[in-house]
């Protein structure tokens, strides 16, 4: 059997533009995340800030957008109130969701100066759990409004004259969870989360807000949640939260590799229901898709932080076959991108993230890389793809393609991204464009030698993004050989530019 994989695109094909606020984060004052992690005053890289430079120099390279804050879990016992004004005033609080305690010191003007200095566009949380609607309307009023009433002028008492204009706003964190401070059913939720939403937008009209949907795809109210919540929300939400943790828990490598298929599905479920409900209220308006917690996590649930400042948490660390699954999730969004709008990798730092501190130290993981490989290349239009080629058997996911593709059309020139699933062989590809082939092309591949290859203290250098080598053959297909387990990120340019 011929083992190539054959990558089929027109122009004409298109998905949609590509909303760059896929390509966002996660920073949760959880674990070392914030304080040793974004935020650390005493490090050797604090800034005038007291912002660790290192860390904020290796996630711009990242080229985030949407930044998600204050959490996650996190955030349902979180009143913004005791994170504004002076620092040495601010209460050391009890933080139940990590069993924590959070000084405060890191607030909403340290979150929001330092967003506007890096450039992320901020998305809050607001408190649906031990917070009310007026709680999470005056925050809005306090980052977004004009001076002239309480909440805005106390913002430019504390120093900040001109709005920050957030324009994301989360309504409340995965409330159908009963880990979730506040946990309520779907009926409950909806008419909090619809009074929040409403209040919030009588602040500010241009707000965008995300809906709380199902935390797990299976959770018992999976599917049933998201409509009965859509339906009481209705038009005050405009995107629908999806939460997705993955991890090769079973030990079955073909299974974990071919999970970007199960990604594919829980966009197009959720889609469904937004549509469903969209159809029997008879609204006009799409609710889309906000993707603001996925990753791989499954070998590190240290949770329980014993009350102390800045614990160890979630320090997961990632091989090369979590990459390729990074790779994954980043090529389902652009696949969907008629209705992912929004994407936050969860998280960015020390907290199962691309990056890890230890002291003054700086670790870069795997998962790192293929975020930045996608990221640099992300501008324009999605393609559809036809994919011809060998497939695997999988346990859980069906018969998927060894190699898991998206393509994004700019101009002239054509974005490939591939990830070749087989640890065992390597699978060639072409790339035909119907609309007149290529003329030349060029890339990265991110490989190792082993797919539990890891990037360690001692060896932080074992994964790690090299030159790809990319023909182009007479017919103007576009032809590279993807070692196994490896991943591509490709620029090909079209003869006419
Ligand atoms: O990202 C870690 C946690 O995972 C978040 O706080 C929560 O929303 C999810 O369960």
Redesign the pocket.
């Given at each position: 059997m011929d083992p190539t994989t054959t990558l089929t695109i027109h122009p004409a094909f298109a998905v949609g533009p590509v909303d760059e606020r896929i390509f966002g984060g996660?920073l949760?004052h959880?674990g070392r995340a914030v304080y040793e992690g974004v935020h650390d005053p005493a490090s050797a890289h604090a800034d005038e800030h007291g912002n660790r430079r290192d860390v904020l120099d290796a996630l711009e390279r990242l080229w985030m957008t949407a930044m998600r804050w204050p959490?996650?879990?996190?955030v349902s016992g979180y009143h913004w109130r005791d994170g504004i004004g002076p620092v040495e005033r601010r209460p050391v609080v009890r933080e139940p969701?990590w069993k924590s305690a959070e000084p405060n010191t890191f607030g909403t003007h340290e979150f929001l100066d330092l967003a506007e200095r890096i450039g992320w566009t901020p998305m809050l949380a607001v408190n649906l759990g031990t917070g009310a609607p007026e709680e999470a309307a005056d925050w809005v009023e306090y980052t977004n409004a004009p001076t002239g009433t309480r909440w805005a002028d106390e913002r430019a008492a504390n120093g900040r004259d001109e709005p920050w204009r957030v324009p994301l706003w989360c309504l409340g964190?995965?409330m159908d969870?009963p880990?979730q401070l506040g946990h309520a059913s779907a009926e409950v939720y909806g008419r909090l989360a619809q009074q929040a939403a409403m209040q919030m937008k009588l602040v500010d009209p241009t707000i965008e807000t995300v809906a709380c949907g199902s935390?797990t795809v299976d959770s018992a109210t999976y599917g049933t949640w998201d409509r009965q919540v859509l339906e009481l929300v209705g038009g005050d939400a405009d995107h629908l939260s999806l939460?997705r943790?993955v991890g090769n828990l079973a030990g079955d490598l073909d299974d974990y590799l071919a999970v970007g298929a199960s990604v594919d599905r829980q966009i197009e479920e959720a889609d469904a229901i937004c549509r469903a409900v969209q159809a029997s209220t008879r609204r006009r308006k799409r609710t889309t898709l906000c993707f603001d917690?996925w990753n791989v996590?499954y070998r590190n649930f240290d949770m329980d932080g014993g009350w102390q400042r800045a614990p160890h948490l979630?320090e997961e660390t990632y091989d090369l076959a979590d990459a390729l699954v990074v790779a994954q999730f980043l090529l389902s969004f652009i696949r969907h991108a008629d209705v992912v709008k929004i994407a936050n990798l969860?998280?960015v730092v020390s907290?199962?993230a691309p990056l890890l501190t230890r002291g003054d130290d700086l670790l870069v993981q795997s998962i790192y890389h293929p975020f930045r490989m996608i990221s640099d290349r992300r501008a324009g239009i999605a393609l559809r793809v036809a994919v011809d080629g060998p497939t695997v058997a999988t346990r859980s996911h069906g018969t998927v393609p060894v190699v898991d593709a998206a393509v994004v059309a700019d101009g002239g020139e054509v974005h490939l991204f591939a990830v070749n699933r087989s640890t065992g062989q390597a699978a060639p590809i072409r790339v035909t464009h119907l609309g007149g082939g290529f003329a030349a092309g060029s890339g990265e591949l991110l490989t190792a030698g082993s797919p539990d290859a890891t990037n360690g203290w001692e060896h932080p250098d074992v994964v790690q993004p090299v030159a790809a080598e990319v023909t182009i053959d007479d017919e103007g297909g576009a032809v590279v050989e993807l070692p196994p387990h490896s991943f591509l990120a490709a620029k090909l340019v079209t003869p006419h530019r």
């Open positions: 996660f949760e959880l959490g996650g879990n996190f969701a964190n995965e969870g880990w935390s939460h943790y917690e996590w979630l969860a998280q907290v199962i």
